[in-house]
């Protein structure tokens, strides 16, 4: 289901390495969802730009493990709270998507679901995110794939298979990740 989303260059280095992912550092995200004006909203980020791989990319909050983390559960709220200066605390998720391996950057992504019952107070940390994406759930039922050739990053010009919001290109892990997520809901429907 998920390989819809795998660019090819990612399909054939899996298939040619299936260890690619040994050794790899470890990582939670947070697919936050609350409402706004009527409809569950779903928060991206479109990352600051700085030099690293996933330099202005669409992605959802979160972030590498620390010490400080009991758990990946633990460090997708954390780095959830610090990047869109929210004050979520849950004490377990709604439930967990498949991780992800990131072979660019060498993670294995843990993404948990979380939901708010009130549209939350966000203050986004300016040196990490450049822009707060609301993406409404139901337009993310009804997104479509798409080949999109990539304009910026460290993967530009290639082609990548995406969904398009807000005129942003969301395409890797975080359209893998929305993917099941979307699959996920049109099951509920």
């Not at 620390?66 to 780095?79: C, F, G, H, P, Y």
Request: net charge positive.
């Amino acid at each position: 289901m998920l390989n819809q989303l795998v660019p090819a260059h990612r399909k054939k280095l899996l298939n040619e390495n299936p260890n690619a992912f040994k050794g790899a550092k470890k990582a939670g995200v947070l697919l936050f969802c609350y409402p706004k004006k009527g409809s569950m909203h779903l928060s991206l980020i479109k990352r600051a730009d700085y030099k690293g791989v996933h330099s202005g990319q669409i992605s959802f909050p979160g972030g590498k493990q620390e010490k400080v983390d009991n758990s990946l559960w633990d460090t997708a709220l954390r780095e959830c709270n610090e990047e869109l200066g929210t004050n979520l605390i849950p004490s377990e998720p709604l439930m967990s998507l498949s991780p992800i391996y990131i072979q660019p950057s060498n993670f294995i992504v843990n993404p948990y679901v979380v939901s708010a019952t009130n549209y939350p107070s966000f203050n986004p940390d300016q040196r990490e995110v450049s822009r707060h994406l609301q993406l409404p759930l139901n337009e993310l039922i009804d997104f479509d794939v798409v080949e999109r050739k990539l304009k910026y990053g460290s993967a530009a010009g290639m082609t990548v298979p995406c969904f398009v919001f807000d005129e942003h290109l969301i395409w890797g892990a975080t359209a893998m990740i929305l993917f099941e997520f979307k699959i996920f809901l049109q099951s509920r429907l």
